[in-house]
């Protein structure tokens, strides 16, 4: 077992993967129960919306769109084999209210502001911000997470909104453009499919996906202590990444299979 | 080294047989301190002697593997987290690097205590901070953020910061620490100034003896993880080990007259 250059006997790296856990889970509880506390004021919470949430509007009206267009091109070719091209609308607005808009929209939160909120969070650790806080008498993470916290279970949910919907556009451009379709009969199909188990499936996998991001992000940067300059933070960084990416696939499968 | 008896009144820290480890090695090994009311107490040794270690152990940010760290007669480590909360209030932390809020500016960095720990409105927070900032010779920099400011300006923020609650006790880890000379002097005159403004004790770690020496009532030197002198300048002065005399003949060999005049001029009449 190799850990940071060295190498390390697997009982100790096992028993380092469990404190590990245990200790995210402890932070976790932590922050849930500092949740109301009063350092989470509104207008932290509005910068980190905006840190958050606003900033990536425009790469979900992209990363939508380009979705959707793709799963009309694809859809299309195995509705048209059984006959019923006509559900184009449909099968893309399924597709993407129940599966693709929330696990994409999270990958991109997690891949742009994530990434940012492990780094930033790690890095004060570094320099001895969070210490600083806790010293001041000012619950670091009262202040520091629960307002990074609200913000993603705030913006996840409207970022795979607008996503789903930069979707569908896309999917009815390209059904106008390449299939000769019609907008209004794309449009009438993708309302006509979608039911509301279909919305509260998405809704429901976005909140657990934000959920997901701020508690691994968060918790990857929170609690490096020994961590010495940038190089760590940028591990750290990258840990975070990965592990919350495989948590949301994991993650969305449980949900698909218990929601279905 | 000099057992020296406690101070009249109860101590304001009071360290009894403190060992620390770090990364499976004692770093210290049975330190045992008091620091008085309105006292410079110094802690003094060499790079990775383990004394912002101590100064962590003091400030409740690392527990001691054995001994006791009482502030204010209580036991920090024994204290429930509620009561560890309102007694560290009582405390101000000036850090190292200074670890000011990257995302704030001066100004929001050293209201930041008041804003979140008292029910005082915004106006005379911002008056209360102003306060601090003056007395630091601060003010002009009051809207700029950390990543603009010099080393010894951010230690000076740091220290305004640490201070803007009225602390009884102050925590200075390493104020001489990547300064030049005369910013040094400038620091350390800063805290005599504000220990005669405020009367609150300072607990100052630092590798610089001629700092220790222009600031402190009483020096304690760590060396190999133990206590080689407790005592005030002059005893440690007086102190017959040749580690210490050694200390004494670089910094006599190095120490400018005019760097002492300087600390004499803005010190006097304080």
Redesign the interface.
Known sequence: MVCDGRSMNPLRYLHQRIAGLGAMGLFLIHVLRVLPAP?ARAGMLAKQIVHIGSRSMGLMLIAGACVGAMLSVQLFDTLTRFGSPSMLGAAVAMSLIRELGPVLAALIVLGRAGSMLTAEIA??RA???I?????????PLA?LMVPRLLACVVSLPLLTALFDVAGLAGGALVSVLSFSGSASLFIDSAANGIVADDIRMGLTKSLVFAALIAWICLGKGYLGTALRGTEDVSRVSADAVVIASIAILGTDYLLSALMS | MPDRAPPAIAPIVDATSITMSLGGRTILEELSFQVARGEVFAIMGASGAGKSTLL?TL???APPVTGHIRLFERDIYALPAREL??L??R???A???G????ALTVIENVE??LR??TQLDPATIRIMAHLKLELLNLRQVDHLYPSQLSGGMAKRV?LA?AVV?DPELVLFDEPAGGLDRQNAAELDALILKLRAAMKCSFVVVTHALDSALGIADRILIIADGRALALGTPAEIRAQDDSRIATMFGRMDAALPAERTAYLDRLTDGL
Request: proline share 2%; charged share 15%; aromatic share 8%.
């Open positions: 350092a890095g004060m320099s001895q911000q210490d600083a806080l806790t010293c001041m008498a000012i619950d202040y | 962590r400030a409740g940010l909360f309102a560290r209030k405390i101000g932390v850090f190292q690097g670890a000011l809020l990257s930041l205590p979140l720990n740091s910061r609650m």
